[in-house]
């Protein structure tokens, strides 16, 4: 089936720090998201994106957050700076659009800040 | 508040048994409720989903029952294999208003051979 691709797979960074990370989204699809899981908890919901626009987002999506997809390329999540509560794996997802709700989850990138 | 609950939070059952996995959600304004697997360190995998228009939707051995005035509804997997084995996520969406995703925490099923 459609895959979505996400990178790196494992980021460490000190707290403080700069971490972006990467989404490959299903090529013809129009909505993005990103989630955020923390060890033994429910994924939440942080964002949602299309058309160069946040459309939704949530109180977990702090002013340290930010996504863009420039060009068409990749589609990603950046904070600056890490807090050591962002410690997480951060899910990408990409949904096709108004003609199905079906979202597609890449596999994940586990952050670990220090 | 959690607006998705989960129950049980894991579960075992021999193979060739049903298994039942419990949702329900607080905001009746959810209109979509896909259920999703994951395998340890895979992508969460969309498996079934279901719109109350309709009260139960099957696709094989997986069956997906709908209770609107109590808010409920349970995944049915019949004839359960250890391939099945993995943690169980109900969600649920006011797709018409939103596209963000609200996750149970998930039932973990083991089908023992």
């Known amino acids: 089936g459609p895959k979505v691709l996400q990178i790196p797979s494992h980021q460490i960074i000190d707290m403080g720090q700069m971490v972006t990370l990467n989404c490959d989204p299903v090529?013809?699809?129009?909505?993005f998201y990103w989630y955020k899981q923390i060890l033994g908890q429910q994924m939440e919901f942080l964002v949602n994106?299309?058309?160069?626009?946040?459309?939704?987002k949530s109180k977990l999506f702090k002013d340290q957050f930010s996504v863009e997809r420039p060009d068409g390329s990749y589609f990603t999540l950046k904070i600056q700076p890490t807090a050591l509560e962002d410690s997480a794996v951060y899910f990408c997802?990409?949904?096709?659009?108004?003609?199905?709700?079906?979202?597609?989850f890449g596999p994940g990138t586990r952050l670990t800040v220090l | 508040q959690q607006q998705v609950r989960q129950s049980p939070q894991s579960l075992t059952v021999w193979e060739g048994e049903t298994a039942i996995l419990n949702c329900s959600y607080e905001?009746?304004?959810?209109?979509?409720f896909p259920w999703y697997w994951q395998f340890p360190r895979e992508s969460p995998a969309l498996l079934i989903a279901?719109?109350?228009?309709?009260n139960k939707k099957e696709d094989g051995r997986f069956t997906i029952f709908f209770n609107k005035r109590e808010k409920k509804l349970s995944l049915h997997i019949t004839d359960s294999q250890p391939g099945d084995s993995a943690t169980y996520f109900c969600?649920?969406?006011?797709?018409?208003?939103?596209?963000?995703?609200?996750f149970g925490s998930g039932t973990q099923l083991t089908v023992m051979p």
């Open positions: 969600a649920a969406s006011a797709a018409s208003g939103s596209w963000q995703l609200i």
């Open positions: 997802a990409s949904s096709p659009g108004q003609s199905s709700y079906e979202q597609y």
């Open positions: 090529s013809n699809h129009l909505y």
């Open positions: 905001d009746s304004t959810f209109d979509y």
């Open positions: 994106f299309y058309n160069g626009k946040v459309m939704e």
């Open positions: 279901i719109r109350p228009v309709s």
